[in-house]
């Protein structure tokens, strides 16, 4: 669960792949997640490790630039999967599937993360995650 600091802010947060991305390639859009992001204790779903895995593959990473991410990502904590999370994933894709805005099965699971562990999600993607009934999402992408 999230706590708050002293200011009311969450200390903890959940980290979507697509911010992973930025802050590993040092892009404009890394600024300020990396902020945001620094007194922050992090997690990651298991579905961002497989999409970033996926994305080491098919860029042919060596060791050494695969190690660099695993650095980066070393402090955070990965989220496995478990009961409570395959049924918020079900509930997750019913509820958009329900509304007519369809979410994909990465984004599901990413999404239920941030539920069942009560984080806010932080996301270049907003659109990807609105209408999810309780998600909380911060997002440094224009409006």
């Not at 961002?48 to 593959?57: C, D, S, V």
């Not at 904590?77 to 894709?93: F, G, R």
């Amino acid at each position: 669960m999230a706590e708050a600091g002293r200011t009311g802010a969450p200390t903890s947060c959940l980290v979507d792949t697509n911010v992973v991305s930025y802050l590993f390639r040092g892009s404009r859009e890394a600024g300020a997640y990396r902020t945001y992001l620094a007194d922050k204790e992090l997690g990651v779903s298991f579905q961002t490790l497989a999409e970033l895995r996926r994305w080491a593959i098919l860029r042919s990473w060596g060791t050494a630039r695969w190690d660099r991410l695993v650095r980066l990502l070393a402090p955070a904590t990965v989220y496995l999967v478990d009961e409570a999370l395959i049924a918020t994933w079900a509930e997750v894709t019913a509820q958009r599937e329900r509304r007519g805005r369809p979410i994909s099965s990465d984004d599901a699971w990413i999404a239920a993360t941030a539920l069942v562990e009560g984080l806010p999600l932080v996301t270049h993607n907003r659109r990807d995650f609105e209408a999810i009934g309780g998600l909380e999402i911060v997002s440094f992408a224009p409006a």
